[in-house]
C-alpha cells in the first residue's frame, strides 16, 4: 500500500485537441503542467492510475545537492529557489523544510566517497562540507555508532511527497491545464513522420507536442515504437513511524539505514545499504550498460529472479492502438514491501541512535524506481519522432528535481530558453 496521498479534484471531460499532451501524473509530469498552464499553453496530463501514485507519492522527500553528480547541480539548484517557492505558488504547505542532509561513513573507504564528491564540486561554491565523529555527536545526539566522518549540507532539505505532487497538480488545474485520471495512454499517433496525438483507452486525443513523464513505464511504450530507453527497475521499502522525539530535525544517511522527519512528527526510515533488484527480460536486454553501476554497487543490489521476471514476461511489449496494454493491467505499480530489509534498517538505526529503540511503525511501503545506467534522467527530445519529448529515468533521486526538471521539460516542449543547460540530459548520449 502506498502512503495516503492527499486527493486531487481531477476533470471528468475528455478533450479531443490539446496542444501539449503529458503522459504521466506523476510530479514531473505535473510540474511540467503547472508551468504550461501558467504560460497559457494548453495541456492535459492523462494518468493510467491515480496522481502520484507510483514513485512520486512513495519516495523518500529527500531534496539535496549532495552526493549528485557536478553535471547535476545547476539542476538541483534550480530545484531548491522553486521548492523555495512552491507553497506560495500552489496555495498549500508540502511540507518544504530546509533542515539540511548529512551523509555518515564507518569506513576510510566510505569517507573517500564524501571527500571525491568534495573535491568533484569543488568549484560549485556549494555549503557542503565534510565532518568529524564529533561534530556528527553535537549535530546528532544520543547516539552510540563509530564514525570515521561524514558531510552535510545545510541547505539541503524535505518535502512531503504526499502532499507535493497534489498541490502542483491542483495548482495546475486552476491555471488552466485539464489532469485525467485512470486514463492511460496505449500508444502515440503520428502523422508525416511527426507527433499528431495520442490514442488512449478512451479514444484519441490530437496535439503538437507529446511529453512523456511516464516513470518506469516510459521505456515500455516507446518500445512499442521501435524506440529504446534504457531503464531498469529497482525497489525500495520504506517506512514511517510513529510520532516520537528523534534525536534531530537533519535527514541522516548513513551506509545501512536513513531517517528524517516526517510532517507527522514520525520519522521516514529506509534500509540505504541495500535495494531489490527484480532481474527481467529487460535486465537481459540492457543489463551490459548497466555493469560499470553494477560494479560499483553489487554489494548493495539484492538482485532476484522471481515473482517480478513472470510478472513482467505476462505484459504485452507490442500492442496495437485496440489492444488493452499493460498500461490498463497495472493501474499502479505496487510492488510488495520487503520487510526483512526494514528491519535491518530499524536493527542499524537503533543500533546507531538507541533513542529509536520500540518505535512503533505506522506505516511501510515500497516504490519502483527507474534507473538508467548513467543515473541521471532523460529530459530531451526524441530525434526519431519530432513533437515528442521525454522526462523520464530520475534514477531514485527524481522528487528533489522535480520542479526544475518539469520546467525543463516544458522549455524544451516550447521551444523557449531552457531553465539549465539540458546536455546531461540528452536521450542521444544513450
Ligand atoms: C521508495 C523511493 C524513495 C525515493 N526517495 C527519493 C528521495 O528521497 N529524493 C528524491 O529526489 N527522489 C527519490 N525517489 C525517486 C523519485 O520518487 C522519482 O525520481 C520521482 O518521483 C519520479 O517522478 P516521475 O513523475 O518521473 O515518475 P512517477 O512518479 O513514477 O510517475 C509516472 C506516472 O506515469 C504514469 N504512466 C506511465 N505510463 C502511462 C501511460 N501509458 N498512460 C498514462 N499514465 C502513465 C504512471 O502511472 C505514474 O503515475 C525515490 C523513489 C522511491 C520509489
Not at 502542483?168 to 496505449?186: D, P, T
Not at 520500540?358 to 529530459?379: F, K, L, Y
Request: proline share 6%; glycine share 10%.
Amino acid at each position: 500500500m502506498a502512503p495516503a496521498i492527499k486527493p486531487v479534484i481531477t476533470t471528468t471531460s475528455f478533450p479531443t485537441t490539446r496542444t501539449v499532451v503529458i503522459i504521466g501524473g506523476g510530479i514531473v509530469g505535473l510540474s511540467a503542467a503547472l508551468t504550461l498552464a501558467e504560460r497559457r499553453i494548453p495541456v492535459v496530463v492523462l494518468e493510467k492510475g491515480r496522481i502520484a501514485g507510483e514513485q512520486s507519492s512513495r519516495n523518500l522527500g529527500w531534496v539535496r545537492k549532495t552526493s549528485r553528480l557536478a553535471e547535476d547541480i545547476p539542476l538541483a539548484r534550480a530545484a531548491q529557489q522553486l521548492w523555495q517557492q512552491m507553497s506560495a505558488r500552489t496555495g498549500v504547505d508540502v511540507g518544504y523544510r530546509q533542515a539540511g542532509i548529512m551523509f555518515l561513513a564507518r569506513t576510510r573507504q566510505q569517507m573517500a566517497v564524501h571527500e571525491n564528491w568534495m573535491h568533484s564540486v569543488s568549484q560549485l561554491d556549494l555549503d557542503s562540507r565534510l565532518l568529524s565523529a564529533a561534530e556528527i555527536a553535537r549535530l546528532v545526539p544520543g547516539g552510540e555508532g563509530k564514525w570515521q566522518g561524514g558531510i552535510y549540507t545545510p541547505s539541503d532539505a524535505r518535502a512531503e511527497p504526499t502532499l507535493a505532487a497534489s498541490a502542483i497538480a491542483q495548482a495546475a488545474i486552476a491555471k488552466g491545464a485539464l489532469v485525467i485520471e485512470n486514463c492511460a495512454v496505449r500508444t502515440l499517433a503520428t502523422e508525416g513522420g511527426r507527433i499528431s496525438g495520442v490514442v488512449t483507452e478512451r479514444g484519441e486525443i490530437r496535439c503538437e507536442q507529446v511529453l512523456l513523464a511516464g516513470g518506469i513505464w516510459s521505456r515500455r511504450l516507446l518500445g512499442n515504437h521501435g524506440i529504446r530507453l534504457p531503464a531498469l527497475p529497482l525497489i525500495c521499502s520504506v517506512m514511517r513511524t510513529a510520532p516520537m522525539a528523534g534525536p534531530t530535525d537533519i535527514a541522516v544517511g548513513a551506509p545501512d539505514f536513513s531517517f528524517r522527519r516526517h510532517q507527522s512528527g514520525g520519522f521516514i526510515v529506509t534500509q540505504r545499504g541495500a535495494l531489490d533488484a527484480p532481474l527481467t527480460l529487460d535486465s537481459l536486454l540492457t543489463g551490459h550498460r548497466y555493469l560499470a553501476q553494477l560494479r560499483q554497487g553489487k554489494d548493495n543490489l539484492r538482485l532476484s529472479l522471481g515473482r517480478y521476471f513472470l510478472r513482467d514476461l505476462a505484459l504485452s511489449r507490442r500492442w496495437k492502438p485496440t489492444s488493452r496494454t499493460p498500461f490498463e493491467q497495472v493501474r499502479t505499480m505496487d510492488p510488495e514491501v520487503n520487510h526483512r530489509l526494514n528491519q535491518e534498517a530499524l536493527t542499524n538505526l537503533t543500533a546507531a541512535w538507541p533513542g529509536f529503540t520500540g518505535c512503533r511503525i505506522a506505516e511501510s511501503w515500497a516504490g519502483m524506481i527507474d534507473v538508467t545506467p548513467d543515473s541521471n534522467p532523460i529530459i530531451s527530445p526524441v530525434a526519431r519522432l519530432p513533437g515528442l519529448t521525454v522526462a523520464s529515468g530520475f534514477s531514485g533521486h527524481g522528487f528533489g528535481t522535480s520542479p526544475a526538471a518539469g520546467q525543463l521539460a516544458a522549455d524544451l516542449v516550447c521551444g523557449s530558453a531552457p531553465l539549465v543547460d539540458p546536455t546531461p540530459y540528452r536521450f542521444a548520449r544513450f
